[in-house]
Structures are given as structure tokens and as C-alpha cells.
């Protein structure tokens, strides 16, 4: 059994913890928040044995082997070098760091205690991913991958009426490139690598951070378009485009179905099954790579979440957006 700790005790975090208990070898045995009351509300709500209101006691405690890090985006890397240093294996929510100085650094901490950091990017863990990574060949030369993911935010209402909540504080880290478009930049990057090229536009709102914007990204023989947005919603479905075919995918946060559309008006459904709770086979990843003594994952691998961090890093440099986390490098 792999025993957990959860930092953060947000919605995400209900959400991890079901798809979890689904996972082989998963135990949760305790739970960190800043306050006394809501470590207990969280405690009661999913029967865990043990509560913390300090990080570096949990880190140091005996009785959890990794924890799962789903607290605002600017705390990610204090926190998972702080339990990394403990010996303690880390998955950590996307996008995994503010940057790619913070990324560098945890990635460091990985490596000098031997333990396991994975990005908890979901999709890329998904059977119907794997199907596409299986079935690319089918469509012949790609020439095109578009991902659209357009959501818009509930909190957006309130932040309208004045109250900015942490999805759109640049304090924290978020907007709408790094809590949505990581979706689209990252099973790109696992499928076709670093781009030559990128050009990014943006809407930055009063508050500081992204609403919504595009990326065109060049490669030597194709080109990928993304669409991101907090403000506004989209039903297209994301695409990979060859010259034999298409990949045509659901939901790219979720991949529910994929499908490949032949030249002669033929498809193909090569979607797999895969668990109602997407989370679960991140995790199950997640112990698998634990239990047979891996310190990083193929997929989510060390090389592609820098990737992507540093395509993000540079879409926002061209837009113009600074978090707080960067000019504490500076």
C-alpha cells in the first residue's frame, strides 16, 4: 500500500480522493490544511486517520509515503521540495510549477532524495491517450493538431461583481493559460515534442491574469493550434489532422471518446474504456511507478512537463503576464 497525504481541501481534492479509492494500493491516511476546523470538516468528510495544520510535521511524519499537492499553483514547489527533502514521493495538480525556474528546482529535489515526482496531468494517463498514441500511424503525415478548451468559470460571475477569487489572483499563479490551456499544450508535447515556433495572444483581465487566448505553434512538418478560455465556452471537439485521416477526440481534458475519420468517409471508434473518474488512472499510474521503484514517469516525464512549462512561460511573456512568482526570480 502506498499511503497518502492530501495537501489542499478543495473540490479537486473530493474529486482526486474518489477516483483514488478506486486505484489498487491506495490508502489515504491524512490530510494537511491551515486550519484546525477545516482539517477536521475534511477528516470527517472522508474518514481519514490523520489531520495536520503543519506541512513540514506531515512531511516529516512516519505515517504517509507520498502526498498529492492540489493547493493554489504558487505554493506547488515550496511544498513539494519541503515533503521531497522528507523522502516522500509527490504528485503534483498541473500545472506542477509557476514557472520554469520553480519546475527546475522540484525536479532538482526529485533527483538529489531518490523519490517519486509525477505531474498529475491527467489525460495523458488515460487509455484512450494511449489509443491515440497507438493508432497516430493510421492517419499518415500529420499536418495538424487543434485543441479547444473553453470553459467558463463560475467564479467568473463573482469576479465580475467585483470579488476576486484564487482562479483569477495572480498571487496565486492561475488564469486561464495555466489552469486550462496545460490540457491542450501537454498531450502535444508528449506526442510531438518541443515546438520551433510559438506565437501566443490573450485577454488579460483587470485583475491581472488571462481570461482566454490562442497559441500557434510551428513544427518543421506541422502546425498546432490552441484555444483556452475561463470567460467563454466551447463545444468543438480537438483533432489531429494527417494526411491519411483524422483523430478526432472529445473532451481533451477527458478524451471520453476518440475516433479516427479515414479519407473515404470511413471511421473507426478506437476509443478504449477507461474509469468514469478520469483521476483514477493517474493515479494508479502514480503507485504503479512507486511500487516498482521508478523516481519519474515516461509519460509525465520530467522532460515534457519543462516542455511544457517553458511553451507557458513564453505564451505569457508574449502576452504580458506576470505573476508574483516570477519576479522573485528576477
Given at each position: ?29 491524512a490530510v ?19 489531520i495536520f ?130 490540457y491542450c ?146
Amino acid at each position: 500500500m502506498v499511503r497518502f497525504g492530501v495537501i489542499g481541501t478543495n473540490q479537486i481534492t473530493d474529486e482526486f480522493i474518489k477516483g483514488a479509492r478506486e486505484a489498487e494500493g491506495f490508502e489515504l491516511a491524512a490530510v494537511y490544511s491551515r486550519t484546525e476546523e477545516r482539517a477536521q470538516e475534511f477528516q470527517a468528510k472522508h474518514d481519514i486517520p490523520h489531520i495536520f495544520t503543519n506541512l513540514k510535521e506531515m512531511a516529516q511524519s512516519d505515517v504517509i509515503d507520498a502526498v498529492y499537492i492540489a493547493s493554489p499553483n504558487s505554493f506547488h514547489a515550496e511544498q513539494a521540495i519541503l515533503c521531497m527533502n522528507h523522502g516522500k514521493h509527490v504528485l503534483c495538480e498541473k500545472p506542477m510549477a509557476s514557472n520554469r525556474h520553480e519546475l527546475a528546482a522540484m525536479i532538482e529535489a526529485a533527483k538529489n532524495n531518490g523519490v517519486l515526482l509525477m505531474e498529475a496531468l491527467k489525460s495523458t494517463k488515460l487509455p484512450n491517450f494511449h489509443s491515440i498514441q497507438d493508432n497516430l500511424h493510421k492517419i499518415g503525415k500529420v499536418r495538424r493538431y487543434f485543441a479547444s478548451f473553453c470553459q467558463y468559470s463560475s467564479r467568473y460571475d463573482a469576479y465580475k461583481e467585483g470579488k476576486i477569487l484564487n482562479a483569477f489572483n495572480p498571487a496565486l499563479s492561475n488564469g486561464s493559460l495555466m489552469d486550462i490551456g496545460v490540457y491542450c499544450i501537454y498531450p502535444l508535447v508528449v506526442l510531438f515534442g518541443k515546438p520551433d515556433e510559438l506565437h501566443a495572444t490573450g485577454l488579460l483581465l483587470d485583475s491581472g491574469v488571462d481570461g482566454e487566448g490562442s497559441l500557434l505553434l510551428k513544427y518543421k512538418e506541422m502546425d498546432a493550434v490552441i484555444m483556452h478560455s475561463k470567460v467563454s465556452n466551447s463545444y468543438l471537439p480537438s483533432e489531429i489532422q494527417g494526411e491519411k485521416g483524422n483523430i478526432l477526440i472529445d473532451k481533451i481534458s477527458r478524451m471520453s471518446k476518440v475516433t479516427v475519420h479515414y479519407k473515404d468517409d470511413t471511421t473507426e471508434d478506437i476509443s478504449r474504456p477507461q474509469s468514469i473518474n478520469s483521476m483514477y488512472h493517474e493515479v494508479q499510474a502514480f503507485i504503479n511507478l512507486v511500487n516498482s521503484g521508478k523516481t519519474e514517469s515516461s509519460t509525465n516525464s520530467f522532460l515534457n512537463s519543462m516542455i511544457t512549462m517553458e511553451i507557458m512561460d513564453e505564451a505569457r511573456r508574449q502576452i504580458g503576464l506576470v505573476y508574483e512568482a516570477d519576479r522573485i526570480q528576477e
